[in-house]
C-alpha cells in the first residue's frame, strides 16, 4: 500500500498489529454487516497517521472490498493518509491531529453511560501524542469522571518524525502519570500477542476507572531494515526495500 502511494508512515504500523489484530479479531464486538449497530465497540486511532494498520484490519474484517487497499492517498479515495470518518467502513473518526483521539473517545463513552450502553470504545495513541497537553486534559477527566467503558492504548516504541522521544521531550514515566489522573495502568510487550490478549482481559475485569495498556513496540517490527529507525517513521519503502520487506514478512520478493 504504502510502496504504490509512494508515501506515508512505514514504521508505526508494523509495529503495532498485533494489537490491532487483538482488537478487531478477538476482542471488539463489532459486525461489517451492521456497522452502525448503535450496540457495536468503537475504537478511535487518534494517532491517524498510523491509518495503513487500521485500514488493513477494516479490510480483513469485512468492512471493504482489498481493491480499495490500493487507493491508499489517492485523490478522491476514502482511504486518505489520516483516516477520514466513514462509519460504514468502520472509520468512526477523522484523526491525524494529535491529542483530539482522547477527548472524542470519552465523548463517546460518555455517551454510552447517558444511553444506558455497555460497549467499550478503545482509542489508541502514541508516545510522541503524549507530548500533547489536550491528551492529559482528557486523560485527568477520564479519571475523574471513572469512565470505566474506556480501554486505551499507547504505543511506546520511543520514535517520533524528528528522532527518539528522549532526544526531542522525555514522556517518561507515563505508567506514574496515568496513574497519577486515576486510570488503572498496565505495561506489556506489545508485540507478543500473549500478552496483549492478556491485557485486554484483564482491562475489560477492571472496573470503577479508566485503563490504559501502555504497549512497548519496536517500530518497522519483523523488517530488519526498519526496525528501530527513526528515518522510517514517516517514509514509504523503496523498490529495494519493498523487496526485503516482503521476503522477510513471508510473503516472497
Same mark, same amino acid.
Given at each position: 500500500?504504502?510502496?504504490?502511494?509512494?508515501?506515508?508512515?512505514?514504521?508505526?504500523?508494523?509495529?503495532?498489529?498485533?494489537?490491532?489484530?487483538?482488537?478487531?479479531?478477538?476482542?471488539?464486538?463489532?459486525?461489517?454487516?451492521?456497522?452502525?449497530?448503535?450496540?457495536?465497540?468503537?475504537?478511535?486511532?487518534?494517532?491517524?497517521?498510523?491509518?495503513?494498520?487500521?485500514?488493513?484490519?477494516?479490510?480483513?474484517?469485512?468492512?471493504?472490498?482489498?481493491?480499495?487497499?490500493?487507493?491508499?492517498?489517492?485523490?478522491?479515495?476514502?482511504?486518505? &493518509? !489520516?483516516?477520514? @470518518?466513514?462509519?460504514?467502513? $468502520?472509520?468512526?473518526?477523522?484523526? %491525524?491531529?494529535?491529542?483530539? =483521539?482522547?477527548?472524542?473517545?470519552?465523548?463517546?463513552?460518555?455517551?454510552?453511560?447517558?444511553?444506558?450502553?455497555?460497549?467499550?470504545?478503545?482509542?489508541?495513541?502514541?508516545?510522541?501524542?503524549?507530548?500533547?497537553?489536550?491528551?492529559?486534559?482528557?486523560?485527568?477527566?477520564? &479519571? !475523574?469522571?471513572? @469512565?470505566?467503558?474506556?480501554? $486505551?492504548?499507547?504505543?511506546?516504541? %520511543?520514535?517520533?518524525?524528528? =528522532?527518539?522521544?528522549?532526544?526531542?521531550?522525555?514522556?517518561?514515566?507515563?505508567?506514574?502519570?496515568?496513574?497519577?489522573?486515576?486510570?488503572?495502568?498496565?505495561?506489556?510487550?506489545?508485540?507478543?500477542?500473549?500478552?496483549?490478549?492478556?491485557?485486554?482481559?484483564?482491562?475489560?475485569?477492571?472496573?470503577?476507572?479508566?485503563?490504559?495498556?501502555?504497549?512497548?513496540?519496536?517500530? %518497522?517490527?519483523?523488517?530488519?531494515?526498519?526496525?528501530?529507525?527513526?528515518?522510517?517513521?514517516?517514509?514509504?519503502?523503496?523498490?529495494?526495500?519493498?523487496?526485503?520487506?516482503?521476503?522477510?514478512?513471508?510473503?516472497?520478493?
Amino acid at each position: 500500500m504504502l510502496h504504490k502511494a509512494g508515501a506515508g508512515h512505514t514504521g508505526g504500523p508494523l509495529g503495532m498489529m498485533e494489537i490491532i489484530t487483538a482488537l478487531y479479531f478477538s476482542a471488539m464486538s463489532h459486525d461489517p454487516k451492521n456497522p452502525t449497530d448503535p450496540d457495536r465497540d468503537r475504537f478511535i486511532l487518534a494517532n491517524g497517521h498510523t491509518c495503513p494498520a487500521l485500514y488493513v484490519a477494516l479490510c480483513r474484517a469485512g468492512y471493504f472490498p482489498k481493491e480499495e487497499l490500493q487507493h491508499l492517498r489517492q485523490l478522491g479515495s476514502p482511504l486518505q &493518509g !489520516h483516516p477520514k @470518518l466513514n462509519v460504514k467502513w $468502520g472509520i468512526e473518526m477523522s484523526t %491525524g491531529s494529535l491529542g483530539q =483521539g482522547m477527548s472524542v473517545a470519552n465523548g463517546i463513552a460518555f455517551a454510552a453511560r447517558l444511553d444506558k450502553k455497555d460497549y467499550t470504545v478503545y482509542s489508541f495513541h502514541s508516545d510522541g501524542e503524549a507530548q500533547e497537553g489536550m491528551l492529559w486534559e482528557a486523560a485527568l477527566t477520564a &479519571g !475523574h469522571h471513572r @469512565l470505566d467503558n474506556r480501554i $486505551g492504548f499507547l504505543d511506546f516504541n %520511543g520514535i517520533q518524525i524528528d =528522532g527518539f522521544n528522549k532526544d526531542i521531550k522525555d514522556v517518561s514515566p507515563l505508567a506514574d502519570k496515568f496513574e497519577a489522573f486515576r486510570w488503572a495502568v498496565r505495561n506489556i510487550d506489545g508485540n507478543n500477542m500473549a500478552e496483549v490478549l492478556d491485557a485486554i482481559d484483564w482491562a475489560k475485569k477492571t472496573k470503577g476507572k479508566p485503563k490504559m495498556i501502555i504497549a512497548t513496540t519496536i517500530l %518497522g517490527k519483523g523488517v530488519s531494515i526498519f526496525e528501530n529507525k527513526p528515518k522510517y517513521h514517516g517514509v514509504a519503502p523503496s523498490d529495494e526495500e519493498l523487496a526485503i520487506a516482503l521476503k522477510e514478512l513471508g510473503e516472497g520478493a
